[in-house]
């Protein structure tokens, strides 16, 4: 396989984590929310495939969070995927979305309940993975790597993830085994933009209007500042989950309710901020 021009356009810088043999694997599906952490995890990963000549066995895979992702975002995610030359497939949740599963539970998500991230992503990825294993058409079980843009600097949680190791929820005895990767787990947020303006590939406007983090707009699991910050980005979001806390009757974590997010984030409004003016940003604002 030629070298992407994407891939080849600079030496690879090397990752913090040891390089799986790549060749070893039937499928590469680098799980992309076009956010900072798997956009640097998909630069690491071309530049690896790439090396090892194995570039067509790699797939980037976004789980859609329907109108909770910031705005553009499967956009993002295509433009990120095609600097690579690698294809995108897009799998959302069948059922209801995330506020209505919240709202059937009657609770939000937590630290300790993190069912949005099984509910939203993991299920339509090992559907997907399902999917392409019967296309590769195999006589033997399929070998997939799964790659994830989990760093250790994000929480103890994910600082004791092993950078290499098999996944046994995703994997079973007669079709397929799967391996999950994390490449980017022993780099700092510093070295991850590093990689990222190296590499010359779009990053998403939520960051430069001051956001940490990518995934749903308003995420309970976010630190404070995110939140209100969110509240000033999208408001018309904002007070959908502020219904929704009224209507289950849990504030969306035990400390801090949307109304309390939503009147600092007021109180903290800049004279361009969205909550302003209660409009939401126009879409050229998260252009790339």
């Known amino acids: 396989m030629p070298s992407t021009p994407a891939a080849s356009r600079r030496p690879d810088p090397a990752p913090l984590t040891a390089t799986p043999d790549l060749a070893a694997y039937d499928a590469i599906i680098v799980n992309s929310s076009a956010g900072k952490d798997s956009q640097a995890a998909l630069d690491v990963v071309a530049h690896a495939a790439d090396h090892a000549q194995v ?12 109108n ?18 690698l294809p ?12 209505d599963l919240i709202r059937d539970r009657g609770r939000w998500p937590s ?22 294993v019967r296309q590769l058409g195999l006589d033997r079980p399929a070998r997939i790597l799964n790659v994830l843009g989990l760093r250790a ?7 004791q993830h092993p950078t290499l190791g098999p996944d046994p929820g995703a994997s079973n005895l ?12 022993a780099l700092t947020t510093d070295q991850v933009w590093q990689r990222i303006h190296t590499s010359g590939v ?3 406007s939520a960051y430069d209007h001051g956001m940490r983090r990518l995934s749903c707009s308003i995420c309970p699991l976010a630190a404070r500042a995110d939140i209100v910050r969110a509240c000033q980005l999208r408001p018309d979001l904002a007070h959908t989950y502020q219904q929704l806390e009224n209507t289950i009757g849990t504030p969306l974590r035990p400390r801090m309710s949307i109304r309390d997010a939503l009147a600092e984030a007021a109180a903290g409004a800049a004279p361009g901020d969205t909550i302003a003016g209660g409009r939401a940003l126009p879409a050229g604002t998260w252009s790339w």
């Open 153 to 159: 600097e994000e929480s103890h949680h994910r600082a």
């Open 202 to 204: 779009p990053h998403h």
């Open 174 to 185: 007669t079709r397929r085994h799967v391996d999950t990767w994390l490449p980017i787990h």
């Open 88 to 99: 995108l497939v897009v799998r959302r949740r069948e059922q209801n979305g995330l506020l």
């Open 55 to 66: 570039m067509h066995r790699v797939i980037v895979l976004h789980a859609d969070l329907g």
């Open 68 to 85: 909770l992702e910031w705005p553009g975002v499967p956009q993002l995610a295509a433009v990120q995927a095609e600097n690579y030359g």
């Open 111 to 132: 630290s300790l309940a993190r069912y949005c991230t099984s509910a939203m992503k993991r299920q339509p990825s090992r559907r997907f993975m399902t999917q392409h």
